[in-house]
């Protein structure tokens, strides 16, 4: 499902990062980072709806805007019933649509969004996604003090909030399609390699895009995916060209190993989660937009559906990825 | 793509893990915690005159103290992280998974939080444990005759 717009707008963007962020490459990019987990909040659940309001707010002050101009809150995380978006929204006066799509929310949102601004049923819409390392570990993995060994194919959800706020009102940077993912099983088990996962939904979603549009890899300056991380990257590079006969050039990267500096911070494959891909794409690629160094950018969020219950219940983990394509305006 | 395809094109891709390496840390690990041990009972059983039988629960409880409070203060992840099996396997790994639990709950209140959730993973250990000393005790029972 590829769809066309002509009226929406990328106005402006917020990024708030944690530690390790911080002390990644692309540390000193982002709008707020903290020195530790906490964000001055008793848990780790918290600290992360501290983050999302910051991001929230940064956003607002850099569109001068105020909540009262904002017509729709869509915001993802990876907490159980969608607390971190739930809890924060409440702080505001918004209309709320929480979603989940695991790490792939980021670009649900933006779709939703823009399908709504599209259609004139809003002029102002923030689009979120947020993680935490710590509280992500807590419900998914095991308790965050505790030594787990890993594989070398695990990624380290980002903690970080990104938001994006979408207009009808012209700016510099437009919306100018998307395409919805379909969920994909390729029947693998391993929770530590995530990329190995995710790698079959990204395949499909870029080919889609790709043959909806009309259009060849090399039509963008820049196709970035979300969180496949360093070995997932090559998988999909393989897949891609096996499957859909679609050859990804230098022009394709992937946010996972750009958010952290593989070599030295311990963060094996790279990062992953919601807030992988908005961390990097609204730091560092939108800049760079805006800039005129990049164009035309594909950012395609990879999303693991992955559930506990049905892992330890034998199941394979299913995968999404959503693909969004930014212009810059002539 | 078939499934036997694609999960070719993964191993493609997989980083070996250093399997050996991490044996002999573990081995090495893991009979240094034993050294530790029997070091404990000499020093409780002759520096400060504990009876013999006595000296053994004491250097348990010291070094379950040791894992706990090196969990506690950050340490601990870390070391298992790169000992693996070496400080799993022992009593450390069995404080060190009680109290990681402790420490993620201990803001959702005593019995809710803690109460519920201190023994996620040591409850497999403790399960299985009783399970098979059953077994064995049969065993050991029918064969030896008690």
Redesign the interface.
């Known amino acids: 499902m590829t769809s066309k717009y002509n009226n929406v707008y990328l106005k402006t963007v917020s990024t708030v990062a944690g530690p390790l962020e911080k002390e990644g490459p692309l540390g000193e990019l982002f709008d707020r980072t903290n020195f530790d987990y906490y964000f001055g909040k008793?848990?780790f659940e918290q600290a992360e709806m501290s983050m999302l309001s910051n991001s929230i707010n940064i956003l607002l002050q850099k569109a001068s805007f105020t909540e009262k101009d904002i017509d729709l809150f869509i915001s993802g995380d990876l907490m159980n019933q969608v607390t971190t978006s739930s809890y924060t929204a409440a702080k505001y006066d918004i209309p709320f649509l929480g979603i989940y799509n695991a790490c792939a929310s980021m670009v649900e949102g933006l779709i939703i969004g823009s399908s709504m601004i599209q259609n004139k049923f809003a002029k102002n819409c923030i689009c979120s996604s947020t993680s935490h390392n710590l509280s992500a570990e807590?419900q998914y993995r095991?308790?965050?003090?505790?030594?787990?060994?890993?594989?070398?194919?695990t990624t380290y959800t980002v903690t970080g909030s990104g938001s994006a706020l979408l207009s009808g009102e012209a700016s510099k940077i437009k919306v100018e399609s998307s395409t919805i993912g379909k969920v994909k099983d390729?029947?693998?088990t391993n929770v530590f390699?995530m990329g190995?996962v995710m790698a079959?939904g990204a395949a499909d979603v870029i080919a889609r895009h790709l043959n909806d549009t009309k259009r060849k890899p090399e039509y963008y300056d820049l196709i970035l995916t979300g969180d496949l991380g360093k070995?997932g990257k090559?998988?999909l590079r393989?897949?891609i060209k096996?499957?859909y006969a679609v050859k990804l050039g230098d022009n394709y990267n992937d946010s996972a190993t750009m958010i952290y500096d593989l070599e030295n911070q311990p963060v094996f494959a790279g990062g992953s989660g919601p807030a992988c891909l908005p961390l990097v794409a609204y730091s560092y690629v939108i800049p760079k937009m805006l800039s005129g160094e990049l164009k035309k950018v594909l950012l395609v969020a990879t999303g693991a559906l992955m559930s506990p219950t049905m892992i330890n219940q034998k199941l394979s983990i299913p995968t999404v990825a959503h693909a969004i394509s930014l212009e810059v305006v002539k | 793509m078939e499934k036997t395809r694609y999960e070719k094109l993964v191993l493609k891709y997989m980083p070996k893990e250093d399997s050996v390496k991490n044996c002999i840390v573990a081995f090495l690990v893991g009979g240094l915690v034993g050294v530790i041990g029997e070091l404990l009972i000499n020093f409780y059983s002759f520096v400060l005159d504990i009876p013999k039988d006595e000296s053994g629960p004491y250097m348990i409880v010291t070094l379950v103290f040791l894992a706990c409070f090196a969990t506690a203060l950050g340490y601990f992840d870390t070391l298992v992280a790169k000992a693996k099996a070496g400080l799993i396997i022992p009593i450390t790994g069995f404080a060190h998974s009680m109290t990681s639990a402790a420490l993620d709950y201990r803001k959702e209140g005593l019995v809710t939080g803690i109460g519920s959730n201190i023994f996620k993973l040591a409850g497999n250990v403790i399960l299985y444990g009783v399970v098979s000393a059953y077994f064995f005790g049969l065993i050991r029972f029918i064969i030896f005759g008690g």
């Open positions: 008793d848990t807590k095991n308790p965050i003090e505790y030594g787990a060994p890993r594989a070398k194919t390729y029947g693998i390699n190995a079959p070995y090559e998988i393989e897949l096996e499957q």
